[in-house]
Every structure is written in C-alpha cells, then in structure tokens.
C-alpha cells in the first residue's frame, strides 16, 4: 500500500492476514490519545481507504496498570472526552471503553479483531505498553501493525543506543531537514469520503459497554466507583487535545520570549506546562514544533545545517525557540530511543558502568541523613526546598524542571544505598507525577544516577563522581523566593 507514514515508522506485530471480509479497520488508540497529528490515525485511514471499509477507534483505559490512580484517570478521560466530541464530526466511530473492575477489559481486542479487517495500534517504548500489545498481537486474529508517532526522530532510524544528547544532537541535526517533510495530518479526514460504522458489534457491545461522555464533570462521579488508588487526587489542570493546544498558545505568546533566560528559575515560571500532554500523546510533537518554527517565520533556508551537535544556532531561529526546540527534541527524544533499544532501561543495573563503579566504590560512606520512603513521601525532610519541590509534586503533579534534578539528587544524599534511591524515585515520580511513566521519567530519574551524563570532579562522598547538587548552591544560583512562599 503506498503510505503517507513513513515506512519506518510502521512495524508488523505478527504475521496475520488482512480480513477483506471484515466488517471495519480498528484503530486502537493507546498512547498517541489525540484525533489529529497522528501517524497512527492516519495510517488507520489509509487502510479504511485502500480496503474500503469503515474505521473503528478504541480508546480504553484500564484499571489495573501500576500507579492507577484518580490523578492519572482523570487526565486520561477529560483526554477522552475531548476525542469523543471531535471525532464525532469525523467519518469514524469512536468507542470509548473504561474498565470499572480489574481485569473486565480483558479479550475486548481480541473479541473485536474477530470482525476487524486488520488493526493499527500506537507503538510506545516504554511502561506495560510494548508488552500489553505483544501479547495482544498473538490473540488477534488479524493481521496488526504499530505505528511510531512518538516525536520527529523515528524510533528506528538508528540502531545505536545514544550515550549522550551531544552525540544524539548531531545525528538528528543531520536527519531533521528531511524528517520534517514528513508530518502527520493536521486533518486527517478532510476531502476524505469513508463510509462510517454504524455500530460496535452487538457481541462487544454488551459485554464491554461504551462510556458515554456528557461532559467532563461527569468523570468526577465516575472516578469514585473505580478500583484505583484514591488518594492522589486529581490536579487543577484538565487533559486532553483542546487544553493541549491552548497550553501551548500560551507558552508562546507569553512565555517563550523569555524561555531560554528564565526557564530555570522556579520563580518565573517560563517553562511551557506540555509535558503531561505530550505523556498522554494529547498534543503531538509535530504540531509543536511546526508551530514554534512558523511563530519564527522559519524556513529551511535560516538553518545553516552543519550537524556540529552544539545545543544553539542549528535551527538559525531567536535562542529562545532554539533553546525550547532542543529540550523537545534532543533531551525528550533521547529518552525514547533509549527505552526502545535497552530492555533494561529502568534497571539499575543499565547506568553505565563509570557510574556503577563510582557509586559501589562510595556505598558504604556515611549519609548525613537517611529519610524512609514515607518521609520523602510525606516531605518530611530537614530541607525546605526540598519539602517545597516534593509539595508541589503531590499537589500540582509537576515539579519545577530545574528543582526536579535537585530533588532526585538529594533522595540520593539522603537515601541508605543508590539502588533505594532509584526505587523512592520511580514510586514518587511515576505515583504522583503527571508526565510520570514516560521515556522521560527515565532519562531524568538515571540522569540523576549518571546516565547520559559524564564523571565530575572532585570526587565526593556518596556520589563519588557522579554530578553533585545542593540546595543552597540551588537558591544561590536559582531565584526560589516566591516558590518557597507557596510550597515550603
Ligand atoms: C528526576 C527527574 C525526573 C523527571 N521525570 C520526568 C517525567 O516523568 N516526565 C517528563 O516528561 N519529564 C521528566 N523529567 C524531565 C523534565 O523535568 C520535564 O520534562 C520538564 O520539567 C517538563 O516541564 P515542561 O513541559 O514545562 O518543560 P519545557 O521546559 O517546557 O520543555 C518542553 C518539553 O521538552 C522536554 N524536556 C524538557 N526538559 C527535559 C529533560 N530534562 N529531559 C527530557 N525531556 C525534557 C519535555 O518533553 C518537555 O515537555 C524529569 C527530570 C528529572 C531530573
């Protein structure tokens, strides 16, 4: 089939065949949760065109993942609620599905591929994700694919794992001039005539009822009834795709003028707020950028195009986007290819090896303090900052970028081995955070522990030669008054 997705970014799941009896194609929406700037969605459209059959999407959301919490729910179903009412107007027939009971939504997929020509699903590195569609892609009964949409970089463009977002840098600024001729669409139905379904089948239907959406202050009520963890509460800031992209209007048109100078300081607030969007895949990488470059009036041309791997001048735009443009695309995307390629990217076990000896060789020396899993939970520590930071975590969902390296390096200080350390973060991180769960988590959480960075000097306790950070050298270099005011 000729495809507007790029080839690398589509890979088969098992080798099945495509259904021409088959009643509709099933698009499975499981990461990239947006109607439009979609790789995976319009790939789905494309097999409804070339097989002339109808497209179901399936949304589902279940109960039983780790960190299942009210939090993470409600961000996922105001998500929801959004793609309900736009693929309304579209030629599709959306299916939401909420689990209300552990482990309810088992054999859907598999009881809905038995009238499907073929399905597509969202492939993501990272989480119970790739293993939930492993295993799906053996029960099905069709043949089923999995489309990378995850940022401007393909997950399978190289083969090597990056050991630094140097040399990351470079190998993208080598590729990004033709990836961005290849953009997902911003409409992925117009001009298009598709027959639309009339109906789930009546089988699926009654065993897996679809959840209707009125509006999103229903999701409250339904959050109550379910089997989730109930004390990490929902925050003030609602998800989904129309929320995404008006976060993003804002950031630039009142933040990004002045990212690059203040975006480490807590008190300034100039960081764009996008990350647990981008987590939940309601607002695409694409998009962002595309804004951000036609807001520069960019154009190939300004980029000198020389892939040197240095953070600033290769979009040849104002440092403020350039400076915005690399946290998007080389520190996010790092993570990414690291989690496809490694396994073991959330094993202690996967830092690299200078900061496994360097670590083992200062096990043993004396933690000032030493803090239980509970008091770090609790912010109970003698630092306020730190109390300030891990506050804003559990009641915001998000921690200031710069006062999150703190925050994990003092759980190393303050934890009795490294290893403690990296499960306090992973819990604290994936539980309460928004963006949590993500490639990202684990690109912060072991940058924390010396991946993707290198040896310093001098050497010293506990850290021995991974990077060190303290929070007075913090609140010398950092402006915090007025973060301290709210949170500590
Ligand atoms: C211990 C620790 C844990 C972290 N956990 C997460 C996490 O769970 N999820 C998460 O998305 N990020 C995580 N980060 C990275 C970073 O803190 C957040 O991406 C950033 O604060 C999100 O805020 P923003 O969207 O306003 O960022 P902006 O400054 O507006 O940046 C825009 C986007 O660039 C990417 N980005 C920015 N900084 C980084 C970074 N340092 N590493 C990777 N990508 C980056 C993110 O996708 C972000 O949304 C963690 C960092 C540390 C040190």
Redesign the pocket.
């Known amino acids: 089939m000729i495809s507007s997705v790029p080839p690398i970014r589509i890979t088969a799941c098992n080798s099945n065949r495509v259904n021409n009896d088959g009643d509709f194609v099933l698009y499975w929406m499981i990461a990239a949760r947006r109607p439009s700037w979609n790789f995976a969605l319009d790939r789905a459209v494309e097999w409804s065109m070339k097989i002339k059959k109808p497209l179901l999407v399936l949304e589902a959301l279940r109960c039983d993942y780790p960190w299942a919490n009210e939090r993470i729910h409600a961000f996922v179903l105001e998500g929801m609620a959004d793609n309900a009412s736009e693929l309304a107007q579209a030629p599709a027939l959306y299916y939401p599905y909420v689990e209300r009971v552990n482990g309810e939504g088992k054999g859907l997929v598999e009881a809905l591929s038995s009238n499907a020509c073929v399905i597509v699903t969202d492939d993501f590195p990272c989480f119970f994700i790739p293993s939930m569609i492993k295993v799906a892609a053996k029960k099905v009964r069709v043949f089923m694919e999995k489309v990378d949409a995850n940022g401007l970089i393909p997950l399978r463009l190289s083969e090597k794992v990056f050991q630094s977002a140097y040399h990351f840098r470079r190998f993208s600024q080598k590729n990004l001039l033709g990836l961005l001729r290849q953009q997902p669409k911003a409409l992925p139905f117009a001009g298009l005539k598709l027959k639309a379904l009339e109906a789930i089948p009546k089988h699926v239907s009654k065993r897996w009822p679809s959840l209707f959406f009125e509006q999103k202050a229903g999701i409250r009520g339904l959050l109550d009834t379910l089997p989730i963890d109930h004390q990490v509460r929902p925050v003030g800031c609602s998800g989904g795709s129309r929320e995404a992209r008006s976060t993003l209007n804002t950031?630039m048109e009142k933040?990004l003028p002045f990212?690059k100078e203040y975006?480490n300081h807590p008190d300034q607030d100039?960081?764009?707020?996008?990350?647990?969007?981008?987590?939940f895949g309601h607002i695409s990488?694409h998009e962002?950028v595309k804004a951000i470059l036609d807001g520069g009036s960019w154009s190939p041309g300004n980029s000198p195009g020389k892939a040197s791997g240095q953070r600033e001048g290769w979009w040849g735009v104002d440092e403020n986007p350039e400076a915005?443009l690399d946290?998007?695309?080389?520190?996010?995307?790092?993570?990414f290819q690291l989690c496809q390629k490694r396994k073991d990217y959330d094993k202690y076990e996967s830092l690299p090896s200078w900061a496994l000896k360097t670590l083992q060789d200062h096990s043993k020396d004396i933690r000032p303090s030493i803090y239980t899993l509970k008091e770090f939970e609790e912010a109970r520590t003698h630092d306020p900052l730190w109390n300030a930071a891990q506050k804003q975590l559990l009641e915001d969902g998000?921690?200031?970028?710069y006062l999150?390296?703190l925050?994990?390096?003092k759980?190393v200080h303050w934890s009795p081995t490294p290893r403690d350390a990296l499960q306090f973060?992973e819990r604290l991180?994936?539980r309460y955070?928004l963006?949590?769960?993500?490639?990202?988590?684990?690109?912060?959480?072991f940058?924390?522990l010396g991946r993707h960075d290198r040896a310093w000097g001098p050497e010293r306790a506990i850290f021995g030669k991974v990077r060190y950070m303290s929070s007075e050298n913090t609140r010398r270099k950092v402006r915090v008054k007025q973060y301290l005011e709210k949170w500590a």
């Open positions: 950031f933040r990212y975006r100039a960081e764009s707020g996008l990350s647990p969007y981008l987590h990488s962002i915005f946290q998007l695309i080389t520190w996010r995307e790092l993570g998000v921690i200031h970028n999150r390296m925050w994990g390096k759980i973060m991180n994936n955070a963006d949590g769960r993500d490639p990202n988590s684990y690109t912060g959480i940058w924390v």
